[in-house]
């Protein structure tokens, strides 16, 4: 079983709705991330999070907002969503230092689908 | 130019045969190297993470890192249907801007029994 969990599982939206994922460790981990995977292509990062501070936005769309409300949550609010951003977004975290700094252990992930 | 390369596959295997997955990288300076295993609609588990050059073995998997080639391998010994998934090839480049990890395309690996 994964130490990430990620929530819900699936989640099916209008492009009017309002919509958050969520994501919880209790790994002791510092650093957080958002990743966003379609088909057949690799995981594509979209936030980083480093004690509960936003360090990285990869150019996301101001349709996703990201939050870390402490150091074991972290959430993804969706608002006016496209088609397109259908996928399967991917919550992760690592420890902060170290060699190990890179292993990143992901959740299950929560399969969004835009109507 | 693609950062991280892996074949996409798929690459197809008999049942109890040697899978030998590869990926080379651009950055010369990356120190970390891991793989991460995907069955289709889950999320990525890692299996193995290399730091040094030479082999690493886990159990049925060999991962090995040859920086002066920037190439790093992953075998799969006496391989199983159960292994049957996308690898993906993961490299912290050397500029570790927040920790980032650089993903190849993965490769798709069939074990047919």
């Known amino acids: 079983d994964t130490e990430v969990t990620q929530t819900p599982k699936h989640l099916v939206m209008g492009m009017t709705n309002k919509k958050s994922l969520k994501c919880e460790q209790h790994?002791?981990?510092?650093?957080m991330y958002w990743y966003k995977q379609k088909a057949k292509k690799p995981p594509e990062l979209m936030f980083v999070?480093?004690?509960?501070?936003?360090?990285i936005n990869e150019s996301v769309p101001s349709r996703f907002s990201p939050e870390c409300p402490n150091s074991s949550l972290l959430n993804l609010h969706l608002h006016a969503l496209q088609p397109e951003d259908s996928a399967l977004y991917l919550c992760?975290?690592?420890?902060?230092?170290?060699?190990?700094?890179?292993?990143?252990?992901f959740g299950e992930g929560s399969r969004l689908t835009v109507l | 130019q693609k950062e991280v390369e892996q074949n996409s596959g798929p690459l197809s295997v008999p049942e109890g045969a040697i899978a030998s997955l590869n990926c080379t990288y651009s950055d010369r300076g990356s120190q970390s190297f891991f793989w991460y295993r995907q069955y289709s609609g889950k999320s990525p588990e890692l299996i193995m993470s290399i730091y040094s050059n030479g082999d690493k073995e886990d159990g049925r998997f060999t991962a090995q890192l040859n920086k002066a080639s920037q190439y790093v391998s992953l075998l799969i010994r006496d391989s199983q249907p159960s292994d049957s998934a996308t690898y993906l090839c993961a490299v912290r480049p050397s500029n570790n801007a927040g920790n980032m990890l650089t993903f190849g395309g993965g490769t798709r690996l069939m074990v047919k029994p």
């Open positions: 992760a975290s690592r420890e902060s230092s170290g060699r190990a700094a890179g292993e990143l252990f």
């Open positions: 790994m002791g981990h510092r650093a």
């Open positions: 999070y480093s004690y509960e501070k936003l360090s």
